[in-house]
């Protein structure tokens, strides 16, 4: 068993941390990926179900992203997104639009999921567009993870109750916390810090 990631090793788990890994505080790499495979070798007869639920935990953090691009605006956005990756990503949503802001719900970490959200919210790309491309390329990700774990079981569970697995999960356990007390830090003071608004 997966001590360190019990937590989440239950059906509403998947949700939440998936939910969590989508905003803009909490920091865990392959977090979802690892769950979602698990509780897919695990519960053989429901592996279809928590692909499901990542991707509605993952749209519900982003919708929350979203929504707080929206209400900082384009000029909000360099207090969250350094000044370089910013021009790219604005770049890239006016010349491709929703669906190609999108589709970086497809790439693995360290790729930057949550300065893209940001990003299409603040520029208020069409938001039924992104999010139909968002949830189904999640879907297509979490889907794909898991019916792999579904074939390929036994052999994922005998990797993932190693010890060597349970050393780097406790690495990962410590890179995650380090990172969300920072995200929290930086996201606080980039708050703290904003203009007033006249």
């Not at 669906?99 to 970086?104: D, E, R």
Request: glycine share 6%; charged share 15%; hydrophobic share 60%.
């Amino acid at each position: 068993m997966l001590v360190a990631f019990r937590f989440f090793l239950t059906w509403w788990g998947t949700f939440v941390i998936a939910a969590l890994d989508a905003s803009m505080v909490f920091f865990l790499p392959f977090g979802v990926d690892a769950v979602v495979i698990y509780m897919s070798a695990r519960n053989a007869d429901l592996f279809w179900l928590y692909p499901l639920l990542a991707m509605a935990g993952s749209t519900t953090g982003a919708a929350l992203t979203f929504w707080i691009g929206m209400k900082i605006g384009e000029v909000g956005l360099e207090r969250y997104v350094p000044a370089r990756r910013l021009q790219r990503l604005q770049c890239r949503v006016r010349d491709s639009g929703a669906v190609a802001m999108a589709v970086p719900a497809l790439m693995p970490p360290p790729f930057p999921l949550t300065p893209f959200i940001l990003t299409c919210g603040a520029l208020r790309v069409n938001t039924w567009r992104f999010f139909t491309t968002f949830a189904a390329v999640r879907l297509l990700r979490f889907g794909v993870e898991a019916a792999l774990a579904h074939v390929y079981g036994r052999g994922i569970l005998r990797v993932l109750r190693s010890d060597a697995f349970q050393t780097a999960v406790m690495v990962f356990i410590a890179v995650a916390v380090v990172g969300t007390i920072a995200s929290a830090v930086l996201l606080w003071r980039s708050t703290r810090h904003a203009p007033a608004r006249a």
